[in-house]
């Protein structure tokens, strides 16, 4: 069987990286690398679609928040796990309003809804600077109306109660096992959309961008299993920062630079281990 070798060299080795056996022909016609993101960009500040990505990002992010955090609180207020969904319904909460929020805003803004995302996304060089920081500062508002609803329907006795949802480290384990969990399981998050959206890929398989979601919802249902356990989850910024700041308590802001720190570098190294090992970016740029 012929195989067909990409218009690429892999770094300095003599040999070149080779399609795998099973799919479609690449060709130029079809697929080309798509151009890096400028860093500063003033004419997006002009655009409605750019006002209008951001609006997205506020109502996925508002919507993420609202039917997740009032899913775990539900599951809190029950005497026992088995009178309730539990952690697999809380999972599924998460990773099925990621699939649906992706489906519905991919389009639109990119279907982000977690500044771990576009941070990662930002890194890559797959928006600008200017969209980046618009972007988080939108999903975090966003999250914090989601968790401000849900105060508002369960009350002020019972939030507190309930302690509003908030990420912490749970009794166990330490900061650095938090720190470690949400460092590996944003990186499976993040690693998952870098996969799912692959231009390449993309390119190669038509089916791929209406698959796009699914992946990156059940990553996040996976991840939620293996880490609620210890953190409560996090892996998203403004969804640690909306519920915390609702909250408001000492105990929600003692751990929290847990949930910004651990998701950005797990961010980081997902960015870095798909643009340059997996992808093989600045090495065929050099070629």
């Known amino acids: 069987m012929e195989n067909r070798e990409e218009d690429v060299k892999v770094g300095a080795s003599k040999f070149r990286e ?7 022909a690449q060709t130029e016609r079809d697929y080309k690398e798509a151009p890096a993101a400028p860093l500063f960009e003033a004419g997006e500040l002009k655009s409605w679609s750019f006002y209008r990505a951001g609006i997205a990002e506020f109502v996925a992010t508002f919507l993420f928040l609202y039917i997740t955090v009032l899913t775990v609180m539900g599951v809190k207020r029950e005497p026992s796990m088995c009178s309730s969904v539990g952690i697999q319904g809380i999972a599924w909460a998460f990773g099925g309003m990621i699939f649906a929020l992706v489906y519905c805003t991919a389009g639109i803004s990119g279907g982000h809804i977690n500044p771990a995302v576009t941070f990662g996304l930002f890194l890559a ?14 999903q975090c508002l966003g999250a914090i109306c989601g968790a401000g609803v849900v105060k508002g329907f369960e009350g002020n006795a019972r939030y507190e109660i309930l302690k509003g949802g908030a990420n912490m480290v749970n009794h166990g384990y330490t900061k650095g096992d938090g720190l470690g969990a949400e460092i590996v399981g944003t990186f499976v998050l993040v690693y998952t959309v870098f996969s ?9 398989d038509s089916h791929v961008p209406v698959l796009a979601p699914l992946p990156i919802g059940f990553a996040v249902f996976l991840v939620h299993l293996a880490t609620i356990p210890i953190t409560g989850t996090g892996i998203n910024p403004a ?4 519920a915390a700041i ?5 105990e929600a802001w003692d ?3 847990v949930f910004w720190v651990g998701p950005f570098i797990g961010a980081a190294l997902a960015a870095v281990y798909h643009q340059i090992v997996i992808r093989a970016i600045p090495f065929k740029t050099r070629a």
């Open 239 to 242: 969804r640690s920062l909306g």
């Open 246 to 250: 609702i909250y408001n308590r000492d």
């Open 18 to 24: 080779r399609q795998a056996i099973g799919t479609a």
């Open 125 to 138: 060089r797959k928006l600008s600077l200017t969209r980046a920081i618009f972007y988080i500062v939108m």
């Open 196 to 204: 799912a959206t692959d231009a390449k890929r993309n390119a190669r």
């Open 255 to 257: 751990d929290h630079w």
